[in-house]
Every structure is written in structure tokens, then in C-alpha cells.
T-cell receptor, first 116, second 111 residues
Framework: DTGVSQDPRHKITKRGQNVTFRCDPI?????LYWYRQTLGQGPEFLTY????????KSRLLSDRFSAERPKGSFSTLEIQRTEQGDSAMYLC??????????????FGEGSRLTVL | GQQLNQSPQSMFIQEGEDVSMNCTSS?????WLWYKQDPGEGPVLLIA?????ELTSNGRLTAQFGITRKDSFLNISASIPSDVGIYFC???????????FGRGTSLIVHP
């Protein structure tokens, strides 16, 4: 399967613990996005990479959140000192784009986080 | 920031009926994307629109990019039970490369 893959699919953690999610985009895609989705809502943008550069971050991304894409391929999203309000589905998407062309975003299956 | 209003919030229909849903934006968009999401899964892209007035079909699905560039419509003809899910619109514009999503339309199809 050559789609976007995310790991783990499910994570249950206790408040205060750190968690890390991994995303492997479609191999030829240079852009990678992280979104968060809570029940009954659409995906909300968190951050975006073009190759290894993190070009945009949402105000939703507090200081406890950090994302990396060290070699312009896979990406990680880490949440430190988790809070119950962090419980959500974390979605990764990738696209092929250059200049003003965003291209179509293709999503992974998501990583569902539950903070107890 | 950009705001999207998606309606209706939910729809309950009989198998075989046609469905129509729409999204409106507070600002002009240059791209509209329509996605379907099943429970516990990520959104799957259905149709992408890039030009005002564009009408694009994907099987029984047809989507249109509104002339004002502030709205888009998705129609599903002859619905079937596997059409059940949440449909999201997403738009991009205003100098941003980041698509903004609507809150979704939940579709339930009764056999």
C-alpha cells in the first residue's frame, strides 16, 4: 500500500505523559500536514511542512506540541505533558505541490489519542 | 480567519434518493475539496475543484465550484447504503496553502 500511513492507530495514556505519533507520507509528496479532529468537528489545521521545513503553525499548536520532519520524508508529532483536552484524532496528510499549487491532500487513517 | 459553513448538518434519506449538500465561505477560495470519512478512519478525497463554475463528476457524485468562489455543492445521485458517512468540504484561498474544513454533513441512508 503506498498511501499515507500513521502509527500508532490508537494510543491511551495518562495525563502528564508524553506521546509521539509518526506519519509516513506518500513517497513522492513534498508537503506534509498535521490536523486534529475532535468528535463532531472537521479536521483543524495544526502545522505544515514543505520538505523538511516547517512553514506554518496554527495557534492551536501550544508549546507542548512539537513536530519534525528531519529528512523531508516521515514526520513525528510529539505532545508533552498530555492533558485530557488533547484527546482527539490526529490526522496526517500529504500532497504534491510547488509554488502556488497546493495539490490535493491525501490523509492517513489517523492516530486516536485518549488521555485519561 | 477563513470560516466555512457546511449544511445541512445531517441528512436521513431512503436508498435511491438524491442528496445535495453545500458549503459557503466568508472569503473567496481558489480550491474546493470534498472528502468522505467513515467512523474511525481518515477522510478520503472524493472530488477536487480548481476553477469557478467548474462541474466535476466522480461516479454518482457531482460537485460544483460556485461562480462567486464563495461556495461549493456536492450532489449524490441514487444513494446506496455504502454512501453512509460524514462528508466534509475543504477550501483554500486568501493567500494560504492550507485547506480549511467545514464541520461536516452526516449522511444516513435507510435501505
Amino acid at each position: 500500500d503506498t498511501g499515507v500511513s500513521q502509527d500508532p492507530r490508537h494510543k491511551i495514556t495518562k495525563r502528564g505523559q508524553n506521546v509521539t505519533f509518526r506519519c509516513d507520507p506518500i513517497s513522492e509528496h513534498n508537503r506534509l500536514y498535521w490536523y486534529r479532529q475532535t468528535l463532531g468537528q472537521g479536521p483543524e489545521f495544526l502545522t505544515y511542512f514543505q520538505n523538511e521545513a516547517q512553514l506554518e503553525k496554527s495557534r492551536l499548536l501550544s508549546d507542548r506540541f512539537s513536530a519534525e520532519r528531519p529528512k523531508g520524508s516521515f514526520s513525528t508529532l510529539e505532545i508533552q505533558r498530555t492533558e485530557q483536552g488533547d484527546s482527539a484524532m490526529y490526522l496526517c496528510a500529504s500532497s504534491l505541490g510547488g509554488g502556488a499549487v497546493t495539490g490535493e491532500l491525501f490523509f492517513g487513517e489517523g492516530s486516536r489519542l485518549t488521555v485519561l | 480567519g477563513q470560516q466555512l459553513n457546511q449544511s445541512p448538518q445531517s441528512m436521513f434519506i431512503q436508498e435511491g434518493e438524491d442528496v445535495s449538500m453545500n458549503c459557503t465561505s466568508s472569503s473567496i477560495f481558489n480550491t474546493w475539496l470534498w472528502y468522505k470519512q467513515d467512523p474511525g478512519e481518515g477522510p478520503v478525497l472524493l472530488i477536487a475543484l480548481y476553477k469557478a463554475g467548474e462541474l466535476t463528476s466522480n461516479g454518482r457524485l457531482t460537485a460544483q465550484f460556485g461562480i462567486t468562489r464563495k461556495d461549493s455543492f456536492l450532489n449524490i445521485s441514487a444513494s446506496i447504503p455504502s454512501d453512509v458517512g460524514i462528508y466534509f468540504c475543504a477550501g483554500r484561498g486568501g493567500g494560504s496553502y492550507i485547506p480549511t474544513f467545514g464541520r461536516g454533513t452526516s449522511l444516513i441512508v435507510h435501505p
